[in-house]
């Protein structure tokens, strides 16, 4: 009898996306059990003579894991937008297909990027930690008591303006935002998809920056949403937050290394900008309790949840199975990266 293909699930999934991949009676199906990462020994291992595999934004996809699997590799199916963890050109060179989801989360992370937004701007993370300190009774009501910049007015700068950007601006104009500017990796070039008609319709100017240093300089908000490269590590470094306003918020939905972590506690603790707003961080979730980073009560800091709601999470995991039985029987991906 033939051998069944194999597939390499590197979590434990959520019901309907287990119940999806478990139906298909014709594979082979190596999961790792747990809701915690994978451990990198056992990917290596289990991979071996794989037709597919389903990672996680914690697991590399690089030629040590391409290789432990061998000829029989079709496709890589990440539950995840961003895929900076997948060394694409070896998937390339080897014609491996790559899924990705980078549709079903557009709402879940713009929600969370306005919600960093205000915490940032009203100090939402030190407010909280001083009640939960009990130190309230000693800071009652008093005029400028935790005040921070107001949304209402601001102009709000987007380092990479795709999906998710838009649907953010989309959410930012009923507060009364003045404008927006953007950055992408064509500077000064009109944004090429307008996702939800918003550039068309707007009634605020909407207008790319001719480059980065007009986007730090003229922002209240600077939102970093692109994707993590060569060329955007450390995009956001000390001479980015010295042309920031010093009323000004920076927040990252994007990964950890596009922001220069030191340049950030350094621009904060010298009063560069007003606050920061982060969903993900260099290194994370490695970060110290005793780090800089923790210590600086205009940062808000969560723990990479922006894709995090129960809607969203089953979603992306139906998509990356069905990108994953995609990939092995050569049908259309529900969302495939061009390689
Ligand atoms: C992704 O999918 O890349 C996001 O970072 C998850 O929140």
Known sequence: MAQKP???????????????????????????????????????????????????????CDEKLLQAAGGNLKVIASFSVGTDHVERDALKKRNIRLGYTPTCLTDAVADLTVMLILMAQRVGGEAMRKV????????????????????????????????????????????????????????????????????????????????????????????VGCA????????????????????SVLINIARGPIVDTDALVKALEEGQIFGAGLDVVENEPNIAIHH??????????????????IETREQMATESVRNLLAGLKGEAMVNEVEL
């Not at 955007?232 to 009323?247: D, G, I, Q, Y």
């Open 228 to 247: 993590l490269t060569p060329s955007t590590k450390h995009f956001v470094n000390s001479e980015f937050f010295a042309h920031m306003r010093k009323l």
């Open 132 to 223: 939960l300190a009990g130190e309230w009774p000693q800071m009652p009501w008093s005029p400028l008591l935790m005040t921070g910049p107001q949304i209402r007015s601001a102009t709000v700068g987007f380092l990479g303006f795709g999906r998710i950007a838009q649907a953010t601006l989309k959410r930012l104009l009923p507060f009364g935002i003045s404008g927006a500017i953007y950055l992408t990796s064509k500077p000064g070039q009109p944004v090429r998809d307008d996702h939800f008609g918003l550039i068309k319709e707007a009634y605020i100017p909407i207008e790319p920056a001719k480059d980065w240093k007009q986007l730090a300089s003229e922002s209240d908000v600077v939102i």
């Open 292 to 309: 800089p980073l923790l210590k600086q009560p205009r940062c808000v800091l969560v723990p990479h949840i922006g894709s995090a709601t």
């Open 6 to 60: 194999k597939v390499v699930v590197t979590r434990a999934l959520p019901q309907t996306a287990q119940r999806l991949l478990d139906a298909e009676s014709g594979l082979e199906i190596v999961q790792w059990p747990s809701e915690q990462p994978c451990e990198r020994p056992w990917l290596l291992e289990h991979s071996k003579d794989a037709a597919g595999i389903l990672l996680m934004l914690t697991d590399t």
